[in-house]
C-alpha cells in the first residue's frame, strides 16, 4: 500500500505538469497528499520541516545560477547576437545542411550558458525561414530544435554551464568539468547518431515530396534589412563564459583553500564556507556575470532602450524556473521520507552495478517528474550517500559518478509533460501528435548515450 501512495503521488504530480498545471502549487499538494494517506499528523510538520526547508535550500544554492542565466540569455538576444550567430552559422555550414546548422546553432548558444527556453525562442524563427527556403517539412524542426539545446550541451558536454551539469557538483564535490573524456565521448555519440536519425527523416520526408507544409501556426515574419554585429562579436561573450567557468573553476579553490571564514561586526558568529561544495557555483556565477558585462559594454546601444523590460522578462523566467524545480526538490524530501519510497529505492539499490544503478535511478525519476534537474534532484537528495558510497567501493572516481549522473537526468526527462517539450512545440506552432516523435526518438539517443558511456569507461578506464 505504501508503494501505492508513492507512486500515485508521482503520478498525480506527473498529470498536473502534463495538463499544463502549476508545478509550485501541485507538487505540493501532492506530496502533503502522499503523507495523509501515509500519516495524517505528520502533514504540517512535514510541510513546514521537509518540503520548505528543501525548496528554501534548493533556492539558496541554484537561484542565482538561474537568474544570471536569464539575464545572460536576455541581453545576447536583445543586442541582436543570436540573430548574427545563428545568420553566420547559416552562411559557412550551408543551407543544404539545415539540421546540421539548427543543432551546430543551439549547441553553440546552450553552450554558452543560455537557457533552454531562451534558445528556443532565439533560433525558431531563423530555424523557420531556413527550412522554408529549404523546402524541409517544419514538423521535423523540433526534433533538431532538441537535439541541439536539450542533449549533449546540457549535460554531457565538459564544462557547460546549464543546471543540470551544477547540481551534481555540490552532492560528489566535483567540478562542471568532471570526466572530461567521458563527456566527450557521451556528446559524439548524441551527435552522430542524433544527426543520422534526423537526416534520415529528412530524406524520407522529401523523397515523398512532403515540402515545409501550409497553413502553419506561429509563422514568423521574415526580417528584411538591419545591420547583425559581426559574428566574432556576437560569439564572444559565449566564449568569455566558457573560458572564464574554466578558469574560476580551477582558481577559486586556490584563493580560498578549503574553507572560508568570514567575520563582520555584526554578525555573532563567522561565516563558515566549505569552498568544494560550491566552487562550481561560484565559478559559473563568475562567468555569466563576465558575460553579461561583455555584452553591455560591446552592444550597450542595442540593449540599452529595452534593457529594463528584457531584464524584467528574465527575471520573472528565472523565477518560475528555480521555483518549479525548487518544488519538485521539495516534494522529492517528502516523497523521501516516506516508507512506500524505500520501496523503490530498495529496488533501484538492488541493481548490483553502482554506475548502472545511479543512471536508471536518476533517468527514472526524471521520467516521471517531467525535469532532468527536478528527478536528479529528487534522486541525489534520497540516495546521493548510496551512490557515494558504492562508487568508492568499487573504486570508480566520483567524476564519473557525476558525468553519469548528470547525462542520465538528460535521458527520460524530455517526456510528453516536459516544461522544456511543451514550449518548444508552442513556440514553433507544432502539437505532439506532429512532432514528438522526432523528440522522443532524441530522448531514446539520449538515454542510450549514457550506457555507452559506462561501457567506455569500463572498457578503457578513461575519465
Same mark, same amino acid.
Given at each position: 500500500m505504501s508503494f501505492l501512495i508513492v507512486l500515485a503521488a508521482l503520478a498525480f504530480l506527473m498529470f498536473a505538469a502534463y495538463r499544463g498545471y502549476s508545478v509550485i502549487l501541485f507538487a505540493?499538494?501532492?506530496?502533503?497528499?502522499?503523507?495523509?494517506?501515509?500519516?495524517?499528523?505528520? /502533514?504540517?510538520?512535514?510541510?513546514?520541516?521537509?518540503?520548505?526547508?528543501?525548496?528554501?535550500?534548493?533556492?539558496?544554492? &541554484?537561484?542565482?545560477?538561474?537568474? $544570471?542565466?536569464?539575464?545572460?540569455?536576455?541581453? /545576447?538576444?536583445?543586442?541582436?547576437?543570436?540573430?548574427?550567430?545563428?545568420?553566420?552559422? =547559416?552562411?559557412?555550414?550551408?543551407r543544404s545542411r539545415a539540421n546540421a546548422v539548427i543543432v551546430a546553432v543551439c549547441a553553440l548558444l546552450t553552450y554558452g550558458g543560455v537557457s533552454l527556453f531562451v534558445v528556443v525562442f532565439a533560433v525558431y524563427p531563423f530555424a523557420a525561414e531556413l527550412y522554408r527556403q529549404s523546402n524541409i517539412p517544419k514538423r521535423l524542426m523540433?526534433?533538431?530544435?532538441?537535439?541541439?539545446a536539450f542533449s549533449f550541451t546540457m549535460d554531457s558536454l565538459p564544462g557547460t554551464p546549464q543546471i543540470q551539469n551544477i547540481i551534481p557538483t555540490t552532492f560528489f564535490k566535483t567540478t562542471?568539468?568532471?570526466?572530461?573524456?567521458?563527456?566527450?565521448?557521451?556528446?559524439?555519440?548524441?551527435?552522430?547518431?542524433? $544527426?543520422? &536519425?534526423?537526416?534520415?527523416?529528412?530524406?524520407?520526408?522529401?523523397?515523398?515530396?512532403?515540402? &515545409?507544409?501550409?497553413?502553419?501556426?506561429?509563422?514568423?515574419?521574415?526580417?528584411?534589412?538591419?545591420?547583425?554585429?559581426?559574428? $566574432?562579436?556576437?560569439?564572444?561573450?559565449? /566564449?568569455?563564459?566558457?573560458?572564464?567557468?574554466?578558469?574560476?573553476?580551477?582558481?577559486?579553490?586556490?584563493w580560498y583553500g578549503a574553507s572560508s571564514s568570514v567575520s563582520l561586526p555584526g554578525l555573532p558568529h563567522p561565516v563558515e564556507t566549505k569552498i568544494a561544495s560550491v566552487t562550481a557555483i561560484w565559478a559559473v556565477e563568475g562567468a555569466l556575470l563576465l558575460g553579461i558585462v561583455v555584452v553591455l559594454v560591446t552592444a550597450f546601444g542595442a540593449v540599452r532602450t529595452r534593457f529594463a523590460d528584457g531584464t524584467k522578462a528574465a527575471v520573472g523566467g528565472a523565477l518560475l524556473a528555480s521555483l518549479n524545480t525548487a518544488s519538485e526538490y521539495g516534494f522529492g524530501g517528502v516523497i523521501a521520507?516516506?516508507?512506500?519510497?524505500?520501496?523503490?529505492?530498495?529496488?533501484?539499490?538492488?541493481?548490483?552495478?553502482?554506475?548502472?544503478?545511479?543512471?536508471?535511478?536518476?533517468?527514472?525519476?526524471?521520467?516521471?517528474?517531467?525535469?532532468?534537474?527536478?528527478?536528479?534532484? =529528487?534522486? $541525489?537528495?534520497?540516495?546521493?550517500?548510496?551512490?557515494?558510497?558504492?562508487?568508492?567501493?568499487?573504486h570508480i572516481p566520483l567524476e564519473v559518478l557525476h558525468r553519469v549522473v548528470s547525462m542520465a537526468s538528460g535521458g527520460m526527462d524530455t517526456l510528453p509533460h516536459n516544461g522544456a517539450v511543451i514550449t518548444l512545440l508552442a513556440v514553433t506552432g507544432l502539437t505532439h501528435r506532429e512532432s514528438y516523435r522526432d523528440i522522443f526518438a532524441v530522448t531514446v539517443i539520449k538515454t542510450l548515450a549514457v550506457f555507452f558511456v559506462i561501457t567506455v569507461y569500463y572498457t578503457t578506464g578513461l575519465v
Open positions: 505540493p499538494i501532492a506530496a502533503l497528499g502522499a503523507v495523509l494517506l501515509t500519516e495524517p499528523s505528520a /502533514v504540517a510538520p512535514v510541510f513546514s520541516g521537509i518540503f520548505m526547508e528543501k525548496m528554501v535550500g534548493f533556492i539558496k544554492l &541554484y537561484f542565482p545560477v538561474f537568474l $544570471l542565466g536569464a539575464v545572460f540569455g536576455k541581453v /545576447v538576444e536583445l543586442s541582436g547576437f543570436s540573430e548574427s550567430i545563428v545568420a553566420a552559422a =547559416i552562411r559557412y555550414i550551408g523540433p526534433g533538431a530544435i532538441a537535439l541541439g562542471s568539468w568532471a570526466a572530461p573524456i567521458l563527456g566527450v565521448a557521451g556528446s559524439l555519440f548524441i551527435i552522430v547518431v542524433g $544527426l543520422s &536519425y534526423l537526416e534520415w527523416r529528412r530524406r524520407t520526408a522529401m523523397a515523398r515530396g512532403e515540402g &515545409y507544409g501550409t497553413n502553419l501556426l506561429n509563422e514568423p515574419q521574415h526580417r528584411e534589412g538591419g545591420k547583425l554585429p559581426p559574428p $566574432l562579436l556576437a560569439l564572444l561573450p559565449l /566564449v568569455v563564459v566558457g573560458v572564464a567557468n574554466f578558469w574560476l573553476t580551477r582558481m577559486i579553490p586556490l521520507a516516506l516508507p512506500g519510497f524505500l520501496v523503490v529505492s530498495d529496488a533501484l539499490r538492488s541493481i548490483p552495478n553502482p554506475l548502472v544503478n545511479a543512471a536508471v535511478s536518476v533517468s527514472t525519476l526524471a521520467g516521471i517528474t517531467g525535469s532532468a534537474s527536478g528527478g536528479m534532484s =529528487i534522486a $541525489l537528495a534520497a540516495m546521493s550517500d548510496s551512490f557515494i558510497q558504492g562508487a568508492q567501493a568499487a
